[in-house]
């Protein structure tokens, strides 16, 4: 029941055309109805209220009262606000350090323990652990191994001689130390690579070997293109994730103190949230809101786009 | 599947969500649910309104302390809380602003509630213009602690805290110790310690970031600059590395190694709780300080007494199934014996004046006895709260951190902060 010609989308390739039997139909049907507690729960709950949003971020819209049309006033006062840009800023930062980091660190630590030696299941379930620790619980945690005066991590680094710095108090360190506080709980994304190292076929490897190939050769040239698309993939939920970024810099502000020192931990969401719950700016917190879905919908896209080039499907 | 077999599906998957969404909440109407924004000790406060649940046989269910997120929601929504108490009169506003709570003025008198009975300046939190927007339920106010031990060590009278703002300048060169690498060891004073105090300092300079009669936005004003450059002078003497590195190993807020329980900062604006049992007499009952209120400049001895009160204040959302059980309610949380019995628990200041000759206010101590009478004081006054309150007090800690931790000009960065809030102002206010 194929179409032969390839259908495409922005560029990107189609499910060949369904032709509606009555057969297909009752199958549809059943799917539905299987699939009516999410649909519902998606309608209700996602897609409406991203609908609505959109609709808000062209009002004036506090809570109760009916929302006023201004129009594009909202994107045009996000635009020329300084706490937006500031946000914007410092998520980026995030997007550009930490996952990018993140993706190479996990896949060290993947490749590690994906080694054959003794105990290695031990390792394994120790890397994965801190991922199971509760963010706001992990967080706080992280606030006393970074305490500048007594907090271990200074402590080990005055050992060898350098003055370890103030940290979350410091505008400087504040996102370098969220990011590490992120790479600590990278277990998911580890486990992902781990069982893409897996995959990886024995006898290519081998044959590499065969042929002369070193370590790092095979590396280079088997694993990383082999695991090409476990990388998009950990690639993209991590961006999104951090373009997300709120529990951690919620917990390290406090309440009262968000986005402190000065403006550093400020990321887009926690801007977002001041704006919708504490300002009760709901319209202007939606325009906020539908400007990052843009912009994550781009990345992302682009990603993919650029994604044929250095990422290899073997199926 | 047969079509019939879908039918049947189907009839029973929407009977199924229908049922699940009916008995979700059962609708009570003897219980009134009251969700309070603070709360350490959610029995206490529980058990506080069973007392209600035995006077009238009124259930009360109390949800403490409720999560930020979730109260815009049930405000707009159509099952409210009955009372909702805010940790602050500042939201109070903006939700009447909204039409989310009531004018409370009928509630009031269905309550039959006496309003004499009040201290003017926490109440002022939740007056807008003519109209109540809230009640006040216990309040905070901030004086001077010092430490006599180390008044002592450092030469000065233990028994004599400064008497201006001027003198503690002095004091506190005196009582910080320097170590030979530079480092902080011990510090005098440090103005925003353990936060913010800057409504407490602009206040005995004379003003405040809005009008008196919350009618302008005043956030460049002389006093907001002298606040804030005779804050800088700490940061600017000691070095802003240097006393955030001191800072940054001081113990927990609420444990025996909080910084004045140590010793390593001599002087500090704190709370009344903190002469309470849940703090000092528990954390340090060995720490020998003294309270006093916070001295005013030199040149304005009349500005002696100042403090600021800032605290609870409960609402009654628009939404609300039962008005008048809600107006009783809250005239009962609002009778005297009922403060006395929850701001004693809590050792904070009382609201009501009655409340505050109760002897168990008096068992707290001749320090917390300090805190009440200065709720008398002629120079008492309270945050003032506008519509937009959240929103400027970020942006005035941030003007404040900027100044304190960058160095930066307070007139320029008032006035940056001023420009950009007027119109907001303005137009929140209606003008």
Known sequence: MENSTERKLFGFKLPPKTVWTKRAKSDLRTGLLFLSPWLIGFLAFTLYPMVVSFYYSFTIYHSKRAPEWVGLQNYANLFADDKFWISLNNTLYMVAIAVPLGLFASFVCALLLN??????????????????????????????????????????????????????????????????????????????????????????????????????????????????????????TGMIGMFQYFAQAYVVGGGDSLGRPLNSTLFYSVYLYQNAFLYLKMGYASAMAWILFIIILILTLLLLKVSDRFTYYSG | ???????????????????????????????????????????????????YTAETGIKVEVTAPIDDDK???????????????LSGGDAAKSFYKEGLVLELSESITTGNIDMTDMYEPPLSQCRQGDKIVCLPWGTDAYALFWNKDLFEAAGLDPEKPPSTMEELVEYAEKLTVVGPDGSLEQVGFIPNHSWSHTDLYVRNFGGFWYSDDGSALTANSQAMIDALTWQQQFYTKYGVD????????????????????????????????????????????????????????????????????????????????DKEASAKLLAWM?????????????????????????????????????????????????????????????????????????????????????????????EAMGQ
Not at chain 1, 135 to 164: C, E, H, M, R
Not at chain 1, 190 to 197: A, E, F, K, R
Not at chain 2, 31 to 43: E, H, S
């Open chain 1, 115 to 236: 080694l054959k030696v003794r105990g290695q299941a031990f390792y394994r379930v120790i890397y994965f652990l801190p991922s199971i620790v509760p963010t706001v619980a992990g967080t706080i945690l992280f606030l006393w191994l970074l305490n500048p005066q007594v907090g271990l991590v200074n402590t080990v680094l005055a050992k060898v001689g350098i003055d370890g710095p103030n940290w979350m108090a410091d505008p400087n360190w504040s996102k370098p130390a969220l990011i590490l506080l992120g790479m600590w709980g990278m277990g998911g994304t580890i486990i992902i690579y781990l069982s893409g190292l897996q995959d990886v076929p024995q006898s290519l490897i081998e044959a590499a070997e065969l042929d002369g190939a070193n370590w790092f050769q095979r590396l280079w040239h088997i694993t990383i293109p082999m695991v090409s698309p476990i990388t998009l993939f950990n690639l993209i």
């Open chain 2, 1 to 51: 599947m047969s079509k019939k077999m879908f039918g049947v599906l189907s009839v029973l998957l929407v009977a199924s969500m229908l049922l699940t969404a009916c008995g979700a909440k059962p609708a009570d109407e003897n219980v009134l649910r009251v969700w309070i924004q603070w709360g350490d000790n959610p029995q206490q406060i529980q058990e506080l309104f069973d007392k």
């Open chain 2, 71 to 85: 109260v815009l929601p049930a405000l707009t929504g159509s099952n409210p809380p009955d009372i909702l108490v």
């Open chain 2, 242 to 321: 240097n006393l955030q590195a001191f800072a940054s190993g001081f113990g927990e807020y609420s444990s025996p190694d909080a910084p004045f329980y140590a010793g390593k900062v001599a002087m500090m604006v704190e709370g009344e709780w903190q002469v309470g049992p849940n703090f000092i007499p528990k954390l340090k009952p060995e720490l020998n300080y003294g309270v006093a209120a916070f001295p005013p400049p030199a040149d304005h001895p009349e500005r002696a007494g100042t403090i600021v009160n800032q605290g609870t204040a409960v609402v009654i959302p628009t939404g609300v199934a």
């Open chain 2, 334 to 426: 609002m009778s005297p014996a009922i403060v006395a019995e929850e701001f004693c628990y809590n050792a904070n200041l009382p609201t009501s004046k009655k409340a505050a000759e109760a002897q168990c206010f008096k068992d707290l101590g001749e320090k917390f006895q300090v805190f009440v009478d200065l709720m008398a004081s002629p120079n008492a006054y309270a945050v003032i709260t506008t519509p937009i309150s959240f929103e400027m007090n970020d942006a005035l800690g941030a003007a404040e951190e900027a100044i304190l931790l960058t160095g930066a000009d307070p007139k320029e960065t008032l006035d940056a902060v001023q420009a950009e809030f007027e119109p907001k102002f303005k």
